[in-house]
């Protein structure tokens, strides 16, 4: 396993990270659906100690999965090993009994109930979800304080600010001033890191980490979901009903992952190494944090990062998914 820096900072992680938002399970917010099919925990364990018995050393997790559920999973699958691992998580989704999530009395709040979630003195990345600050950025300011203050009292090491649109990321980051930006990125769509584009200028300009979830677009680019044959999502899984995983949509995909697997292989493990190395290949991206439901997938997610792509595999992917 190989490790990248993150920022400025001398803090080291895999490559190959993992994604917990799954160990959140079927969940709700505010009357929206924002989880995943749940999980079975001693699966997990499984796939969680063979990453770490594989040299993966982040997970990446929120109080918003499962409303504390997956940062509470985490703790108990950990136990001791969590302490030499790094750990990040994020407050942002989860309003609670707050007018908005970024009131700095429930950023403190939210932390330390993370704190005691994960059974940590500290937390080493700890992200804003998002990039809705309140009307006219109405919290930002405090917002960022309270961090600060956090960092200070060493309850945090670094800060990471998460959006989903580069607006946000040129709006908030010259004031949050953050170590780590996430967001998603995979083949399908790599706005936020490809050359050129406003955010990857400020990564490197401001010498920031790029951490990239969805790296595999939530399992289509593992060919996963046939038209016609997509799962009956439950409710509180947030997938029921997304565009993205329409018989329109699959069909315009098929196309362009025959092409994938004509030039990389049709298994998952060469599908995900395509994929994961696709991101892996722009110097700013840390570390891809895909997500996992049990050993099987944690093994073909570590295994992907074993073998980097040439730049004539990146030309290529790049090209099949042009347009």
């Not at 136990?79 to 009994?97: C, D, E, M, Q, Y």
């Not at 990039?131 to 009292?153: H, S």
């Not at 696709?278 to 895909?290: F, Q």
């Amino acid at each position: 396993m190989r490790y990248r820096k993150l920022g400025k900072s001398d803090i080291s992680v895999s490559e190959i990270s993992m994604g917990c938002w799954t160990m959140g399970g079927l969940n709700w917010v505010n009357g929206n659906a924002n989880g995943w099919a749940n999980v079975d925990e001693a699966e997990v364990a499984r796939a969680i100690d063979f990453a770490i018995d594989h040299g993966v050393n982040h997970f990446d997790n929120a109080d918003v999965y499962g409303n504390g559920k997956a940062e509470r999973m985490l703790a108990r699958i950990l136990g001791a090993r969590s302490n030499r691992l790094v750990i990040a998580t994020k407050v942002g989704h989860f309003p609670g009994t707050a007018e908005h999530a970024y009131e700095p009395q429930h950023i403190r709040h939210q932390c330390e109930q993370s704190l005691v979630n994960l059974k940590r003195d500290y937390i080493d990345l700890y992200y804003f979800h998002h990039g809705d600050f309140g009307p006219e950025d109405r919290y930002l300011d405090p917002a960022i304080q309270t961090l600060r203050d956090l960092k200070r009292e060493g309850k945090i090491r670094l800060i990471g600010q998460s959006a989903y649109s580069s607006a946000d990321f040129l709006r908030v980051v010259p004031k949050v001033e953050p170590d780590v930006l996430q967001s998603w990125a995979h083949c399908l769509d790599a706005q936020f890191i490809l050359p050129g584009t406003p955010v990857r200028r400020l990564l490197d300009e401001r010498q920031m980490s790029f951490v990239a979830f969805s790296p595999l677009a939530q399992g289509l680019l593992l060919g996963k979901y046939q038209p016609g044959k997509v799962p009956d999502f439950e409710p509180g899984d947030h997938r029921r009903g997304s565009d993205r995983f329409s018989d329109e949509a699959l069909e315009k995909l098929a196309p362009k992952l025959s092409q994938l697997k004509e030039r990389f292989g049709e298994s998952p493990k060469e599908l995900a190494r395509a994929a994961l190395q696709y991101l892996l290949a722009v110097p700013a991206v840390a570390c891809v944090i895909p997500g996992f439901r049990n050993l099987a997938q944690a093994e073909i997610n570590v295994g992907a990062g074993e073998t980097p792509l040439n730049e004539a595999e990146v030309a290529a992917i790049t090209r099949i998914f042009a347009g």
